[in-house]
């Protein structure tokens, strides 16, 4: 019982989300909800009409998707590069070099990035930043960093110290340890790690907002906002709708994916001799 | 090949030292085991020979001609079985082998010939695809040993090896260990806390407690020329009888060398008595304390009996000291 009513409390927005994208546009505001009211019965007044007008818009909406798709994947690859020695450098230190590191790290992580943003808006004008899809991933990776360099030392000290004295023993200097013993064994990690930067950067919103003024640049939770108060007379629900669920689809592929990476993440991750 | 040679060695962590003025030598192809309660600077000196961690206090190590104090961990030509192993999760068997070689630019047909050949030598070549945690702990161990022995080192070192095998596979792993290790070419350093396994394997023992060396010697030397009230007591099993001290002196008998007399001796009383094969081990309480006292498994003692034993088998130790009174009173 308590299980079903976790699962409705947390399907229950999606799966509302969903079944307003699949009805007309104005069924939420006209009391049609299909539910045997005058329109017809739940079976009846099923439409995809909400998706084709998103597709056939100009830029059509998976040019969003794509923009998203390609900042989250340039700011999770740059938050890892930087990341990974990061950590690994860290977990060399010993006392208050290591813990001072940590607790500043732990302290810009729990940092509001909203006071942020302005500040950053001001580089981005005088750098010439603004507009350029990539360099969106500067600040996502700027952002990500503590936690992600928190949540990889956390795995490498619980990795066995003996193994990289083993590995020192036998001539591996600190980079081949990392690429031959630490990163394979790291490979759980390091995959939740890219899961969570890049889930922040897919939903990213006021940096997304402020540095990118041109239509076909727009990240997903910018169009999405821009689709939501396109007019000011009424409010697209079907459409809103449908491009929540367009947006949300690739997170919950990725998971999908990843989820298995996981769990066997430390067979994926071998490297063969 | 050469010999070990520890000078001074010393460390010290945050004002609290783990080893002070370790001198050992280990020659050539000879087997030593450093002995020593948990704790008391086993592991560290090991540590220290392999370059795991520097000596703070000064101190040389030379293999050979070799000064290899400063020299890093990588370049010292030392191997190491650790207590854990520390084989490489995510490689197979041939692979765990593999990356110290081709690391150390090894050519593959040499890479391969060496490996088979350990691998034959270990009784491992079925296993050749398995993963560590696919082994059984004999076979984690032997794995890790293979790795040790297939870099040819110029010294061996191994850091309780058979600590996470059961006491049966540890006595039937003992001579083969000490087939693969001992009268080879490089000196060999073996740390373990379980003198039947020092003195199975080693043939000198140097018994270390609190970072000091205490004795070195063969076992025999130890058993009955020991240096001092800790050596005497550590050694031997069961542990030897400490009566309390008297005139700042204090005598020690072995179990062993206890035996029951008619008249004379020591007064006691039968409190236990614990079968240990073709032995028993009786508990004893006295006027000097509690004391142990072996017998052969068929006789039955009285429960008040009287205990007599050999003028040279007693063992006198300054009280305030621990140091051996070499002569007797």
């Not at chain 1, 727009?218 to 007379?233: D, M, Q």
């Not at chain 2, 082998?97 to 079925?126: N, S, T």
Request: proline share 6%; glycine share 8%; charged share 20%.
């Amino acid at each position: 019982m308590i299980r079903a009513v976790a699962l409705l409390w947390s399907l229950g927005p999606l799966l509302w989300q969903l079944y307003t994208s699949l009805r007309p546009a104005d069924s939420l505001v006209s009391g049609n909800l299909g539910l045997g009211g005058p329109g017809g019965g739940i079976f009846s007044g099923w439409t995809l009409e909400n998706y084709s007008q998103l597709l056939a818009a100009d830029p059509p909406f998976w040019r969003y998707l794509l923009n998203s798709a390609v900042v989250g994947v340039a700011g999770t690859a740059l938050t890892l590069l930087l990341a990974i020695p990061c950590a690994y450098g860290l977990q060399q230190q010993r006392g208050a070099l290591r813990w001072g590191t940590l607790a500043l790290l732990v302290a810009a992580s729990l940092f509001p990035t909203a006071l942020l943003f302005l500040a950053l808006l001001e580089w981005a004008r005088q750098l010439g930043l603004a507009n350029h899809l990539l360099a969106l991933a500067l600040p996502y990776a700027a952002l990500s960093l503590p936690l992600a360099i928190l949540l990889l030392r956390a795995a490498l000290a619980d990795l066995p110290p003996e193994l990289e004295d083993a590995a020192r023993l036998e001539g591996l200097g600190p980079l081949q340890r990392l690429r031959y013993v630490l990163l394979p064994l790291l490979a759980p990690a390091i995959a939740s790690t890219a899961i969570l930067v890049f889930l922040f950067s897919w939903s990213e919103y006021p940096i997304a907002l402020t540095w990118i003024s041109r239509e076909p640049l727009l990240t997903l939770s910018a169009a999405i906002a821009r689709i939501g108060a396109s007019s000011v007379f009424t409010i697209p629900y079907g459409a809103f709708a449908a491009a929540t669920v367009l947006g949300s689809l690739p997170l919950v592929l990725l998971l999908l994916l990843f989820q298995r990476a996981i769990v066997t993440g430390l067979t994926q991750g071998a490297v063969k001799g | 090949m050469s010999a070990l040679e520890l000078r001074q060695l010393g460390r010290r962590v945050g004002g609290r030292s783990l080893l002070s003025g370790l001198n050992l030598r280990v020659e050539a192809g000879e087997c030593v085991a450093l002995l020593g309660p948990s704790g008391c600077g086993k592991t560290t000196t090991l540590r220290l020979v392999a370059g795991l961690e520097s000596p703070e206090e000064g101190g040389r190590i030379l293999l050979g001609e070799r000064d290899i104090t400063a020299e890093p961990a990588g370049r010292r030509r030392v191997a190491m079985v650790f207590q854990s192993y520390a084989l490489y999760p995510h490689l197979n068997v041939t692979a765990n082998l593999a990356l110290g070689l081709r690391v150390r630019g090894v050519p593959p047909q040499e890479r391969e010939r060496r490996i088979d050949a350990v691998l034959e030598l270990l009784q491992l070549a079925e296993l050749r695809e398995r993963r560590p945690a696919q082994l059984s702990g004999g076979q984690r161990q032997r794995l890790a040993l293979a790795r040790a022995l297939l870099s040819q080192p110029a010294l061996m070192l191994l850091d309780e090896p058979m600590s996470n095998l059961d006491a049966q596979l540890r006595e039937e792993l003992r001579p083969e260990l000490r087939r693969l290790l001992c009268g080879g070419e490089a000196p060999v350093l073996y740390v373990t806390h379980d003198q039947q396994e020092a003195i199975g394997l080693a043939d000198r023992l140097a018994l270390l407690e609190a970072g000091r060396l205490q004795q070195v010697g063969t076992a025999r030397e130890l058993y009955e020329q020991p240096r001092n009230r800790f050596v005497a007591s550590f050694l031997g099993r069961p542990a030897l009888n400490l009566l309390p001290p008297r005139d700042g002196r204090q005598l020690g008998l072995r179990p062993e060398h206890l035996r029951p007399v008619l008249e004379g001796g020591l007064a006691a009383r039968l409190l236990r008595r614990e079968w240990w094969g073709s032995q028993q081990l009786l508990w004893l309480e006295s006027e000097q304390g509690e004391l142990r006292m072996m017998l052969p498994a068929e006789q039955a003692p009285p429960d008040a009996l009287r205990l007599g034993w050999e003028r040279h088998h007693e063992l006198w130790f300054d009280a305030a000291t621990g140091e051996r009174l070499v002569r007797s009173p």
